[in-house]
């Protein structure tokens, strides 16, 4: 498996396994159709709570990403399941409210922000000039 | 009190209480120097448990934004105590990234993330244009 999850982090490993799937996705590690372990397969291959794997697939599957399918098990969407929309851009902004405000109040400049961002987009292989990759 | 706490969020209230204090000082609204309320007065005005103050008021002690004196009580710090240095960056890539990944992942372009950022800068009055404000 490619999730690294640490478990030493305060961010709670069902958000852990949230975001490495999407980051798998993200870098095209993962794609529409493909199969991901069962809950039960996951938290033996982990190492963790069977309760906390199904807590994190079932996020994943309310925001779009996943299917869970009684026959064919865990299986990874399309893009069109998952699209933004105006309500997900209300929620992009509400979390990064605090933690750009935290930057800015720390003197962090509006330039150093987007070069984060970009280093950020650029590790999951954007084109640092481009944002069309749709 | 200006702190706007949302009892039913998912953001824990030690969090909100940490990131309206900050977005305080971001507005201006707290400037060095400035009491805030003890925690068991805080816990009364807000209705809220003393440890869940006490927790919020550590965490902004620990990152430098206060101060808890024995006789002034607690005390809003300057600039200088809380400046950001190479360690704040990396753990401002680190609290960005999934966000940002996610962004990307659901087909938003870095000119919209950009334009959130800004929108959400422009929330604490810094113009659209500058970084430089310090």
Chains 1, 2 share one sequence.
Do not use: C, W
Request: net charge negative.
């Amino acid at each position: 498996m490619f999730l690294e999850i640490n478990l030493e982090s305060e961010i709670p490993i069902y958000t852990q396994i949230r975001n490495e799937i999407i980051k798998g996705i993200a870098l095209g590690q993962l794609v529409e159709g493909d199969g991901l372990p069962s809950v039960r397969q996951m938290a033996i291959d982990m190492g963790i709570n069977m309760h906390t794997i199904n807590k994190g697939y079932n996020f994943l599957k309310q925001e779009g990403f996943l299917s869970i399918h009684r026959r064919k098990g865990v299986v990874v969407n399309g893009p069109d399941k998952y699209r933004y929309n105006a309500a997900f851009l209300e929620i992009l902004t509400e979390n990064l409210s605090p933690i750009i405000i935290e930057a800015y109040t720390r003197g962090v400049r509006t330039d150093t922000i987007e070069r984060v961002i970009k280093k950020i987009l650029l590790s999951v292989s954007v084109p640092v000039e481009g944002g069309d990759h749709d």
